[in-house]
């Protein structure tokens, strides 16, 4: 029954990585922009966020780290940046949902909301602000409001998909053990 558990927990981590590679590989195309400025919704964060309030904070931070590189990636920024942050985010995530909170969808939406909204201020900061970009109102009514919006939007849809594996027979989820029957 042990190695069942074992098997199945690998499973889980080997789907987790393969969907946090197909986020990335959407985030790079051109397949999901809307509108004139090209707003894609930040689908690496969307899916760390809900690997991270599944699963405990150690595997919420491994999974932030490989989020973040995806984004590092994704970003143009030196690999590390991003993965400090969500490994960070991922422990704390994690601590919260496992110790103090069961994960329903309202929970997730919201962590997610504050996990995409850090990230965009952020990258927002980092790359606009502190370089004196000019015309930082356009920037954030344009760009990264609709990605903020796009992304809050899209969260449910990934939320129940990760809830599907978390509790699916073949991947060992522990129905009593975190998420309430919501």
Do not use: H
């Not at 946090?20 to 689908?43: C, D, H, M, R, W």
């Not at 590092?72 to 704390?92: N, S």
């Not at 601590?95 to 997610?112: D, G, Q, R």
């Amino acid at each position: 029954m042990e190695s069942f558990k074992d098997k199945s927990l690998y499973i889980r981590f080997i789907i987790y990585f393969f969907e946090l590679y197909v986020f990335y590989s959407l985030e790079q195309s051109t397949f999901l922009n809307i509108g004139e400025f090209a707003a894609k919704p930040l689908l690496v964060v969307i899916g760390f966020s809900t690997i991270a309030v599944f699963e405990n904070e150690f595997v919420g931070m491994i999974f932030g780290v490989v989020s973040g590189i995806f984004l590092d990636m994704i970003f143009g920024v030196p690999i590390g940046l991003c993965a400090m942050l969500l490994c960070f985010l991922g422990y704390v995530i994690g601590v919260i949902t496992t110790y103090f909170i069961k994960p329903n969808l309202l929970v997730f939406w919201s962590i997610s909301t504050v996990t995409v909204f850090v990230v965009l201020l952020l990258r927002f900061l980092f790359f606009y602000v502190l370089k004196n970009v000019t015309g930082l109102e356009f920037i954030l009514e344009k760009i990264f409001l609709p990605v903020m919006i796009y992304s809050v939007i899209i969260a449910p849809i990934v939320f129940w998909f990760n809830r599907c594996i978390y509790f699916s027979k073949n991947t060992g989820g522990e129905k009593n053990k975190k998420v309430n029957n919501f």
